[in-house]
């Protein structure tokens, strides 16, 4: 009978926190998905402005940064935009061969 009584508290405790641990991971892929601020108050009827100007792609490793916040680099007359001075070096290493 005492063996019972233990049996049922060690479920709950585990239960418990199995739930808590589901919940922290949960919430870490939800805020991977989306990010932490919902634009969920923003008016949906509003044409769409640009953040700070528009979003270049990284040649070297393809990802997508604002042209204001990108490193720039002019390549035989025509500027490319990286993520990093490593991919800059990388990207333009592989040009001048
Ligand atoms: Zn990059």
């Known amino acids: 009978m005492f063996k019972a009584i233990l049996y049922l508290l060690f479920a709950v405790v585990i239960i418990s926190v199995l739930r808590a641990v589901i919940g922290i991971i949960f919430k870490g892929f939800s805020?991977?998905?989306?990010?932490?601020?919902?634009?969920?108050?923003?008016?949906?009827?509003?044409?769409?402005?640009?953040?700070t100007g528009e979003l270049k792609k990284d040649p070297a490793c393809g990802t997508y940064i604002s042209a204001a916040t990108s490193l720039k680099e002019k390549v035989?007359?025509?500027?490319?935009?990286?993520?990093?001075?490593?991919?800059?070096?990388?990207?333009?290493?592989?040009?001048?061969r």
């Open 31 to 51: 805020n991977l998905v989306s990010p932490p601020s919902t634009p969920q108050a923003k008016p949906s009827s509003a044409s769409e402005v640009p953040l």
């Open 76 to 96: 035989g007359g025509e500027t490319f935009y990286f993520c990093s001075k490593q991919c800059r070096d990388k990207y333009v290493g592989s040009l001048a």
